[in-house]
């Protein structure tokens, strides 16, 4: 099982929804865009998931903040989207931090850049 791709065919389904969205819309629109036309194309596939999941902070107990993920698909990976040139540590930081919070193994940051899409899967060693 070494060396094998956590969740490798419902991320490969999720990376070729991101690519057709980018193909059909283009660069530019504002993240919200983007993430409703995916909910559309993974919606049409067949694939359950939700949006802006809130996910609190918690600590001895206690809810000590919230964040809420883009989209939490099978509750089994995080998808988060971004907008710009370049991947930034911040970005995968917030990923890793999320998968944390749900106790998940797998994050896909999905940058949408004016080259293209960027894919980065961020996985929870622990």
Do not use: W
């Not at 490798?8 to 991101?18: A, E, H, Q, R, W």
């Not at 919606?43 to 939700?50: A, D, T």
């Amino acid at each position: 099982m070494e060396g094998e791709l956590i969740h490798k065919d419902l991320t490969y389904k999720i990376i070729g929804i991101v690519y057709d969205v980018y193909n059909k819309l283009g660069y530019g629109y504002q993240e919200k865009f983007y993430q409703k036309a995916i909910s559309l194309e993974l919606k049409e596939k067949g694939i359950s998931h939700k949006m802006e999941v809130f996910s609190p902070v918690i600590y001895n107990n206690e809810t000590i903040g919230k964040c809420f993920l883009d989209f939490l698909i099978e509750e089994k990976v995080i998808l988060e989207l971004k907008r710009g040139r370049s991947i930034r540590r911040s970005d995968i930081e917030q990923i890793y931090n999320y998968l944390k919070i749900r106790n998940l193994k797998l994050g896909l940051l999905i940058r949408f850049a004016p080259s293209g899409v960027i894919v980065k899967r961020i996985v929870n060693i622990k």
